[in-house]
């Protein structure tokens, strides 16, 4: 039985090319139509391409995202799909998978991938990553699991995966929770999958979220200068457990006085945050002055989630759980 995928082309070093007289890359030239020639796609897959993008991915913005997803609904009125690849830039791609995750509820797999090398460099990735997310969009184990990432024969959920390196063609991973599978030899095998599937609908226009990170002797001007231009939430990147300097709670204080919804995280790589403290600047002070605990989430994806939430219209204090 044929398999029908769609594949939306967005740029990146995926579609790159090196500048005229350059040794250097210029992002998003090439075509998503372009690109599929390449990949060898096995018979028995039939790839609808659709160019939506030719952008690097730092240039993506969350309304971008949004016009994608109007271009996903519409495409999905009028054709059958059996799952969805997306390409685009390595750099944002944790945050676009994710912010994706959120805000559709389609029953089939849905697959973003990018390369760390360009198409046209030895030992590109491109194409082997193109071949591979198509592959894993076929699979029907991953219907109802959400947004996933494949990168280097490797499925991972957007909820946790995290860019590990600047260059390396190992460019992602998921640190404690692992892979959902692996694509070896054109066969696709999933070993896990998540529980729990997070679906929210936008309700209002998403509003404007900064990530605020936490050292040694860190003060509250950054949190103040997000106030002042007064944005709609602030995620707080804490340190260990997730605590912040006393010398920030002033300003924490007075953004949750004002409306302004806060979020705690960490920096470790690893781990909750968790109210185990008792002191000024602990996850316990922030928590019993009304700020929200993030639980595992790193800042990037506490941001969106926020965002999202804000959006919704939801109980805040019930957005990180339980995924």
Do not use: W
Not at 19 to 48: A, F, M, W, Y
Not at 88 to 95: A, K, M, W
Not at 259 to 279: K, M
Not at 289 to 299: A, M, T
Request: glycine share 8%.
């Amino acid at each position: 039985m044929t398999k029908k995928i769609l594949l939306l082309a967005t740029g990146g070093t995926i579609a790159s090319e090196k500048k005229p007289n350059s040794d250097r890359l210029e992002s998003g030239v090439l075509t998503g139509e372009e690109l599929l020639k390449q990949c060898d796609i096995p018979s028995g897959i039939e790839v609808e391409v659709h160019s939506i993008f030719q952008k690097a991915s730092i240039h993506l913005t969350f309304q971008d995202l949004l016009v994608l997803k109007s271009k996903i609904d519409e495409l999905l009125l009028n054709s059958s799909f059996d799952g969805i690849v997306i390409t685009q830039g390595t750099d944002t791609l944790e945050e676009s998978s994710y912010f994706m995750n959120l805000i559709t509820d389609y029953h089939i797999p849905i697959v973003f991938t990018g390369s760390q090398r360009s198409p046209l460099e030895v030992g590109t990735d491109s194409f082997i990553n193109i071949k591979n997310a198509v592959l894993t969009a076929c699979s029907e184990e991953l219907n109802e699991v959400g947004v996933t990432v494949v990168f280097n024969e490797r499925i991972f959920h957007s909820r946790y995966v995290r860019k590990e390196h600047a260059s390396n063609i190992q460019g992602f991973n998921a640190f404690g929770y692992g892979y959902l599978g692996i694509i070896d030899n054109n066969q696709v095998r999933v070993f896990q999958k998540p529980t729990y599937k997070d679906y929210y609908k936008l309700q209002k226009k998403l509003p404007e979220v900064d990530i605020i990170k936490v050292y040694m002797n860190t003060d509250g001007k950054y949190i103040k200068a997000a106030r002042d231009n007064q944005v709609d939430g602030i995620v707080i990147e804490g340190v260990g457990r997730g605590q912040v300097s006393p010398t920030m709670m002033q300003e924490i204080k007075q953004c949750i006085e004002e409306g302004i919804a806060v979020v705690i995280t960490t920096s470790a790589v690893e781990g909750e945050v968790y109210p185990t403290y008792d002191y000024q600047g602990s996850t316990y002070d922030l928590l019993q002055n009304g700020v929200i605990l993030g639980k595992d989430y790193d800042s990037k994806k506490a941001r969106i989630k926020l965002m999202v939430g804000l959006a919704s219209e939801i109980p805040l204090q019930t957005l990180f759980h339980p995924f």
